[in-house]
């Protein structure tokens, strides 16, 4: 199975708009969904004053080292990861299988009101996600699989 479903303008609309209403509740500075690969899907908020390809990448890296350690512990997995700087603060959070939800926040900003409000953001996200797959469920791509070298082949007008 494909791990991202094909999104439509709507899908993408819902995605933004579930980040921005999370955004404005927590005053949190940047807001991404990303997949498990570490591929962006959508993001709101601050994006200039971040790399948020590389961030995207490094939070999936540091969320799926999460789930190892998890393991290592006798948990089945754990649902978020925490990360607490000086400057800025990271939540990243399981969305479903396949998509992670990341809350970048000032360091001020209390970071229990940034979870609690992330699980309803999470879980709009999974629904939009869930609408997606339905609409088609054999069609989708593994951004994994992905050859950024040559992207010719995905882009080419499908028969």
Do not use: W
């Not at 404005?24 to 940047?30: L, P």
């Not at 939070?59 to 000086?86: K, P, R, W």
């Amino acid at each position: 199975m494909s791990t991202l479903p094909q999104l439509i303008e709507e899908d993408i609309r819902q995605l933004d708009e579930a980040l921005r209403e999370l955004l404005a509740r927590t005053e949190a500075t940047t807001g991404l969904v990303i997949d498990k690969g570490g591929f962006l899907i959508a993001s709101q908020g601050e994006a200039r004053q971040f790399d948020l390809t590389s961030l995207a990448a490094l939070a999936s890296g540091a969320f799926m080292a999460n789930q190892t350690i998890a393991s290592l512990v006798h948990e089945t997995h754990f649902t978020s990861v925490y990360q607490q700087g000086e400057n800025f603060s990271m939540l990243v959070t399981a969305v479903d299988a396949y998509c992670l939800l990341v809350v970048i926040f000032d360091a001020r900003v209390n970071a229990g009101l940034v979870k609690y409000f992330a699980g309803p953001a999470a879980a709009r996200v999974a629904r939009q996600m869930l609408i997606a797959r339905a609409r088609n469920p054999a069609c989708g791509l593994d951004l994994s699989e992905l050859n950024l070298a040559d992207t010719a082949e995905l882009f080419r007008r499908k028969a």
